[in-house]
T-cell receptor, first 110, second 113 residues
Framework: DQQVKQNSPSLSVQEGRISILNCDYT??????FLWYKKYPAEGPTFLIS?????DKNEDGRFTVFLNKSAKHLSLHIVPSQPGDSAVYFC?????????FGTGTSLTVIP | DAGITQSPRHKVTETGTPVTLRCHQT?????MYWYRQDPGHGLRLIHY???????DKGEVSDGYSVSRSKTEDFLLTLESATSSQTSVYFC????????????FGEGSRLTVL
């Protein structure tokens, strides 16, 4: 059973606007959450993370928000750029294991 | 970047044959992971290792075995490949410290005919 879910398989956004990618999880014991970006024929690359004791973490154009009561996290990209077009995976850490969502394909339209 | 190499990068094999994928790291990290990526399923953990000769199962371990005889090498073996094991396989290392995020290799694409 999927413990980390990304319910939007795809998202299209105009260049310069905000991209919001969402992720839900079921296990309240997860202590750390991560976002990865993946281009075709490459391995996933780490983007940004947040500890379960925080509700926001920012790194340049990327901000991750965590709502523990709703078991929900989101990734905001502002402003979106064409180079951001990729598949984004959210992940959650439980013990020594990392659980990934199914991914959201982001297309940024020039 | 993270000093991980996977081999082979591409392989085509036939049902019933054994296959071994190799993950090699140059950074001496304790934790190593094998994932598979499939459409509609994202990345799913097969096995992971927390030291030499220390391994544990992940979500989709059936049909796979692993070995780690040296810190730098983590091998994934399909004893008798099936078409359902056609996938892209990613190895990852977990860097130390409190954050301990995973860093992935470039992947091995396996096709089982």
């Amino acid at each position: 059973d999927q413990q980390v879910k990304q319910n939007s398989p795809s998202l299209s956004v105009q260049e310069g606007r905000i991209s919001i990618l969402n992720c839900d999880y079921t296990n309240s014991m997860f202590d750390y959450f991560l976002w990865y970006k993946k281009y075709p024929a490459e391995g996933p690359t780490f983007l940004i993370s947040i500890s379960s004791i925080k509700d926001k973490n920012e790194d340049g154009r990327f901000t991750v928000f965590l709502n523990k009561s709703a078991k929900h996290l989101s990734l905001h990209i502002v402003p979106s750029q064409p180079g951001d077009s990729a598949v984004y995976f959210c992940a959650a850490r439980g013990g020594n294991q990392f659980y990934f969502g199914t991914g959201t394909s982001l297309t940024v339209i020039p | 970047d993270a000093g991980i190499t996977q081999s082979p990068r591409h392989k085509v094999t036939e049902t019933g044959t054994p296959v071994t994928l190799r993950c090699h790291q140059t950074e001496n990290h304790r934790y190593m992971y094998w994932y598979r990526q499939d459409p509609g399923h994202g990345l799913r953990l097969i096995h992971y290792s927390y030291g030499v000769k220390d391994t544990d199962k992940g979500e989709v371990s059936d049909g796979y075995s692993v070995s780690r005889s040296k810190t730098e090498d983590f091998l994934l073996t399909l004893e008798s490949a099936t078409s359902s094991q056609t996938s892209v396989y990613f190895c990852a290392i977990r860097r130390g410290g409190g954050t301990g995020e995973l860093f992935f290799g470039e992947g091995s694409r396996l096709t089982v005919l």
